[in-house]
T-cell receptor
């Protein structure tokens, strides 16, 4: 079983819509959770991190964590074409594990 | 803040030669640096974790004699790909950690072995 699982997509949403990206993890000891955005040919950049159950908002981005369900999600409100990228989920149960990423396309 | 640089950004080398990639944390001291490899359309694969002044910890399946890691200071780690072969062609990315909860990535180095 993979440590971190993401739907590879591609996920397509129209401009202005809400994009919802999901991630599940296997290690209940995971302490911190991260979302990275990676444009093609570039390295990942940190968007958000979350440690506690519930929601964490930063601008158009909201991370949601449910440790009981071992589930973390990222919502992108008012999606823009510039949000088109691959989104990587990462968890830290002592070391970093990355998911394979979800490809998001925002259609103008 | 939390800027990580890598050099070179691209390198082409001949099979059998060695290539050194530098990773620097520019505005913070990194307790730990990580080296990843990413093949096209695949996720990051952790190769090794290095702490300043100690030997790197390699992931299973990564040859430590082929991928030499030196972490000489809290701001510099180097990865040397020795006797490179075409199958080593990949995107190599380093990251530096402020503490155990966050890591910041360098821009990556695209290695092509001909």
């Amino acid at each position: 079983q993979k440590e971190v699982e993401q739907n590879s997509g591609p996920l397509s949403v129209p401009e202005g819509a809400i994009a919802s990206l999901n991630c599940t993890y296997s290690d209940r000891g995971s302490q911190s959770f991260f979302w990275y955005r990676q444009y093609s040919g570039k390295s990942p950049e940190l968007i958000m991190f979350i440690y506690s159950n519930g929601d964490k908002e930063d601008g158009r981005f909201t991370a949601q964590l449910n440790k009981a369900s071992q589930y973390v999600s990222l919502l992108i409100r008012d999606s823009q074409p510039s949000d088109s990228a691959t989104y990587l989920c990462a968890v830290f149960p002592g070391q970093f594990y990355f998911g394979t990423g979800t490809s998001l396309t925002v259609i103008p | 803040g939390a800027v990580v640089s890598q050099h070179p950004s691209r390198v082409i080398c001949k099979s059998g030669t060695s290539v050194k990639i530098e990773c620097r944390s520019l505005d913070f001291q990194a307790t730990t640096m990580f080296w990843y490899r990413q093949f096209p359309k695949q996720s990051l694969m952790l190769m090794a974790t290095s702490n300043e002044g100690s030997k790197a910890t390699y992931e299973q399946g990564v040859e430590k004699d082929k991928f030499l890691i030196n972490h000489a200071s809290l701001t510099l780690s180097t990865l040397t790909v020795t006797s490179a072969h075409p199958e080593d062609s990949s995107f190599y990315i380093c990251s530096a950690s402020l503490d155990k909860y966050e890591q910041y990535f360098g821009p990556g180095t695209r290695l092509t072995v001909t």
